[in-house]
């Protein structure tokens, strides 16, 4: 699996592989001077940490190098917050991000008070005891923010469904063919591409069959704990739907795709949509063999059937050559006839 770095895009110019001994990861001096020797060699501005490391590492690892240090957690929040949509969805990435740096700031104010931070990070224990406050203070008032939009959201939830259509969502990891899905059942333009989380906002539009369709941010996997709820928030539109379409790309091998079933039953789980309908559509099928793919229907057919207990059918697409629709489009009605007798 690709890490997230090369996902989102980011210019990798050099890594330096971490080992771990008893469980936690090793910085050793020789392991400094190797990130060191590398930032140098190609003038790094900022050093990305993969897996999560202590305070301490990561401040040893900024005094060491002088450059900007982002960790996964970091760049995950950004991903999201680029795909918040709502103020909520907004509020719960600052509330993670202010909860992240926390223990870091900690850290960064004991050194300081003890003088082990000469030059760089050392903004003085008094600028550095201020902004560890304010940090504390934000965390506060995000928190009372977030209770008084839950407050409102459940009043106005009563009242909207305005149109009465039904709504189904399309779910998914990124880069499965949602937008392009979502394109062609609505006839919209929106923009898609083969980098990740193309998809800013989610879309409600109107699709010829007589149903909404709405298109969702991607789903992550193994998202960190302390962040889950900011990630949860950015996917609150799928509470609304009647109907889910989980899209996935049949081109990646079937222990991954397998693995996403199964995570994405988790998360609709913690979001409390995994008793909705649910159709899951094997995407990209025109790319994949015969043999292939119906190897890899006749198994998840399966796995869809054992985690989601309101699985209703599972269909074969090609978003792209708009193969297969009609055979979805039935399955989806089938799935919101279901949900009726409810
Ligand atoms: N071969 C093939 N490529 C497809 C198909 N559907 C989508 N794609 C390509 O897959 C890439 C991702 O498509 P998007 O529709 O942007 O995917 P998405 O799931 O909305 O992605 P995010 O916005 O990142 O969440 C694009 O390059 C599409 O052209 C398909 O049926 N066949």
């Known amino acids: 699996m690709k890490t997230l770095s090369v996902l989102i895009g980011l210019d990798i110019q050099e890594s330096v592989t971490i080992r771990k001994n008893s469980g936690r990861y090793l910085i050793s001096d020789y392991k400094l001077r190797e990130i060191v020797e590398k930032k140098e060699k ?17 401040i040893n690892i900024i005094k060491a190098t002088k450059a900007d240090v982002i960790d996964r957690t970091l760049l995950l929040l950004e991903v999201f917050e680029s795909n918040a949509g709502s103020k909520e969805a907004k509020l719960q990435i600052s509330l993670a991000r202010s909860g992240h740096m926390l223990p870091l ?16 990070l050392a903004g003085g224990t ?10 504390r203070r934000q965390v506060a008032k995000t928190r009372r923010e977030l209770e008084e939009i839950r407050i409102r959201r459940d009043i106005l939830r009563e009242r909207r469904r305005v149109s009465g259509l039904p709504l189904i969502a399309i779910i998914g990891y990124a880069n499965a063919g949602k937008t392009t899905l979502f394109n062609l ?27 909404l369709v709405i298109d969702t941010v991607g789903f992550v996997m193994n998202v960190p704990p302390e962040i889950i709820e900011a990630f949860y ?23 991954l795709i397998e693995e996403r079933v199964k995570q994405a039953s988790v998360t609709l789980s913690n979001i409390e949509s995994l ?37 209703v059918g599972l269909a074969k697409v090609s978003a792209k050559k708009g193969l297969g629709i009609d055979e979805m489009v039935n399955v989806i009605w089938k799935a919101l006839n279901r949900k009726q007798a409810y």
């Open 275 to 311: 008793y909705k309908p649910i159709v899951v559509a094997l995407n990209k099928v025109e790319k994949t063999g015969r043999d292939d793919i119906e190897e890899k229907r006749a198994k998840l057919y399966q796995t869809c059937k054992s985690v989601f207990p309101m699985f």
């Open 126 to 135: 008094y600028a550095i005891d201020k902004y560890y406050r304010q940090l």
């Open 233 to 255: 928030s950015t996917l609150e539109e799928i509470r609304e739907a009647d109907v889910l379409l989980l899209l996935l790309d049949s081109t990646e091998d079937l222990f």
């Open 42 to 58: 190609v003038k790094a501005e900022v050093i990305l940490i993969e897996p999560e490391l202590p305070p301490r590492d990561k």
């Open 105 to 120: 700031v900690r850290e960064v104010l004991n050194n300081s008070k003890r003088g082990e931070l000469p030059g760089f």
């Open 185 to 211: 059942l609505t006839g919209s333009n929106k923009e898609t591409s083969n980098k990740p989380f193309t998809t800013i906002s989610p879309k409600v539009s109107l699709s010829n069959l007589g149903f």
